[in-house]
């Protein structure tokens, strides 16, 4: 006879835990990704691409590898549907923790910095476009993939009961 019994909730330390492992995987992921990005870019600037065009190839590069890692690492347990739909949805998401950073940059530099000067100067557009923006960008990205590209298996649902095996006569 299969176990009945419905599975004990995990505790609030068991989600805790759980939580903190898959930020810490997300937040390596990401850092692979970044280094990718970041000497792909210098490597086509040395080169002599253009700064626009070394930009978007490394971006999409480091976004694929961010993707796998991603997929296949820090939400390999999760339900995976198409992964076209996945990679699709994820450069999208990307594309809006980006226009985050932008907005937090054109907000500081743009709006406020016709009132205050000093948030036109590099240092200022480091903090509100790199620290900030960035920041809540990631945290739009970690909430958005687990969200909508990578979504748990839903425990609140019952598993399939299992059938017994009928006896042969």
Known sequence: MPDTSPQPHP?????L????????K???VGGVAFLVDLAIFNILLGTGTESRVAKTI???????IAFLGNRFWTWRHSRHTH?????TLFFVINGVGLGISLACLTISHNLLGDVWPVL??????NISGQ????ALGTLFR?????????????ASEPAPAAQEPVPRM
């Open 11 to 15: 505790t609030l330390r068991q989600r």
């Open 17 to 24: 835990s759980a939580l903190v492992r898959e930020v810490g």
């Open 26 to 28: 997300f937040g390596a």
């Open 58 to 64: 490394s971006m999409v590069i480091a976004t694929t």
């Open 83 to 87: 992964m076209a739909r996945q990679y």
């Open 120 to 125: 036109r100067t590099q240092a200022a557009d």
């Open 131 to 134: 620290l900030i923006g960035t």
């Open 142 to 154: 970690f909430w958005s993939y687990r969200r909508f590209v990578f979504p748990a298996d839903d």
